[in-house]
Structures are given as structure tokens and as C-alpha cells.
């Protein structure tokens, strides 16, 4: 028995040896050590042993039994990290590969200049606001003192979306000076970027659609001189210090006394020409018309509620393809509008 019991042992150490998958090993546990193993079929003829052998081939068998379970566990262990191994190998990333290319937008440069212009002016003091594109005739013309029957309510420039012409797309951002003033007490301090739309025909400087800035300064002792120290700083910080700037009388109903400012054209340097032809970008002009602007009409601030003996203002509008032009060097409007790849990639 002892015999047998020893070529067991060296039985199972030789077939270990082969058994490569866990299954191989399950079924040699099951060969030795099952119910219907070699080595319980050994024990079960211990009956036949004498009373003086049977504990010590007890002894034998369960030494045996311990060293086939010793041995099937540590080959198991074996294969298990050998299977750990072959699966992160498996999955390992080569890092060398290179990767697929990314290509990544950016800001279209009319919105990089909306961000310069909201920077500068938050820099100083300013609240930014938003309003509807959608507006009442109300705010966006009578109440900014344009009366009935005023030639900038014509139906050939303005789109109404009611046969009474109460409902519109807002001309300009100009409402906004009512719409905040109406609910708002002095100080006030805010800036409303946002898009207008106009009966126009596309061309090199117009389109239906378009951006403007309304700015509206109001406070006790404000004059005409803040007006222009706020519009002169924005300048020269958009177009730096050498930017020239004028600034001419003009008329808008809801300002008084109201004026346009100029910039010098960036193209001929105000001579109105190039090469001796007619400059394209200022059309001869030499000077480019960026915003009009003005002190806040007392009428319009007693409208909203503000005595227009106590508090002054101004306001003004630019236009925001027409600042983007001349930061970004662009000579035609419908550019900014297209969204052709080549021409934006440039910015
Ligand atoms: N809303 C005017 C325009 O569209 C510009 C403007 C704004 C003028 C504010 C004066 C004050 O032309």
C-alpha cells in the first residue's frame, strides 16, 4: 500500500507537470482526490490493514492527499498569473502609434472683437444686457421719441410682423436704452451687444441682418465729455494708440445734441486713395463712420421715469461688423457672413 500510495504521488506530480488550463487541473483533482479518486480508494481498503499498520499508512495517505492539494494549488496560481500576463499583454496600448489629427475651430473673428469690446467695457464699470430681437414699435420708435410717420419707420425699411405695425425685428439696439432705463434707477452703466435687421440689399457694406453695440451712461453730471473719453479709450485700445478719430454734429431723435464718430480709414490713411485709384474701403472718403451716439433726450428720459433735470446720459451704437473690418483688416461685410473656412482659418 505504501508502494502504491508513493507511485500515486509521482503520478500526480508528473501529470501537474502537463496540465496547462485550469480545466486540466480540475479534472486531475477530481482523478486523486474525487469520491471516486485513487487515493480515496485507497483509504477505503484500510480496513484490510492490521490495527498496528492502519495509523501510520493513515498518516501516509493523508500526507499524500495534502501534497497532490498543495501542488494543484500552486500550479493553479501558476496559471492564473500566466493568464494575467497573456491578457495584459494582449491589451496593451502602443503608445507610439501616432494619433489621428484633431483639428480645432475657434472663435469667428467677428465674436473675438465682440470679446475685445465687452473686456474694455466691463473694464470700466459696465454691465453687460441682453434684450428681444423680436420688438414692440413702442420701445424700438416712439418712445425714442420717432414719432408716427417718421421716414425711419417705413415699411420699405423696417420688417413688421403685424398689419398694424405694432410688432417688428428691432432696427437697431436702441430699445435697450428704454427697456433698462424703464427699470433701472440711476447709475446706470450698461452695455447691450445684440443683432438688428434692416430691409437692406446684401452688398460690400450692408446686410439684412447686422450686430450693433448700444452703450447708455446715466448718473447725475454726466456730459458729453464722458461720451467721448469712454468711445476715444475704446478706440485706441481696439486699434491702438495711432487710431485717429473725429467726431461730427449729426441728428438722432432720441439724442440731443447728437453726433457720428469717424475713424480714420485703415486702408489709405484718410487720403482717400490708393495707388491713384479710389480707395475701395472708404469709398474716396477717407474716414470710415463707426457709431453714432449723443446726450440721452430729456424726453426720452422723462418717458422712463428718470427727471431729466437731476440726471443726464449718453448712449451710443456702433456697428459690430463695421469695428470687426477695421480690427480684422476685412474689406468686404458679406465675408463675415459667410463662414467660408479659408477666410475664417486666416484669424
Ligand atoms: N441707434 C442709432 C443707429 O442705429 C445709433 C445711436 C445709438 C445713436 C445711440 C445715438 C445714440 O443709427
Known sequence: M????????????????NSDTL????????QFLGKKGEVTALLKQMGKLSPEERPVMGQLANQVRADIEGMLAERKQELEAHALDAKLKAEALDVTIPGDEMTFGHQHPMNQVLQEIKDIFTGMGYQIVDGPEVELAEYNFTRLNIEE???????????YFTD???????????????RVMENTKPPICILAPGRVYRKDEADATHSPMFHQIE???????????DLKGALVTLMKRIYGE???????PHHFPFTEPSCEMDMQCHKCHGTGEVDGQVCSTCHGEGWIELLGAGMVHPKVLEGCGIDPKRY??????????RMAMGRMKIN??????????RFLNQF
Not at 480545466?23 to 477530481?30: D, K, N, P, Q, V
Open 2 to 17: 505504501k508502494e502504491q500510495l508513493n507511485e500515486i504521488r509521482q503520478k500526480a506530480i508528473s501529470r501537474l507537470e
Open 23 to 30: 480545466a486540466a487541473l480540475e479534472e486531475l483533482r477530481l
Open 149 to 159: 410717420g417718421h421716414p425711419s419707420r417705413d415699411r420699405s425699411d423696417t420688417f
Open 164 to 178: 398694424d405695425d405694432s410688432l417688428l425685428l428691432r432696427t437697431q439696439t436702441s430699445p435697450m436704452q428704454v
Open 215 to 225: 452703450g447708455l451712461v446715466v448718473d447725475e453730471g454726466i456730459t458729453m465729455g
Open 242 to 248: 495711432q487710431a485717429v478719430m473725429r467726431f461730427r
Open 312 to 321: 443726464s446720459g449718453f448712449a451710443f451704437g456702433m456697428g459690430l461688423e
Open 332 to 341: 468686404d461685410l458679406r465675408l463675415i457672413f459667410d463662414n467660408d473656412i
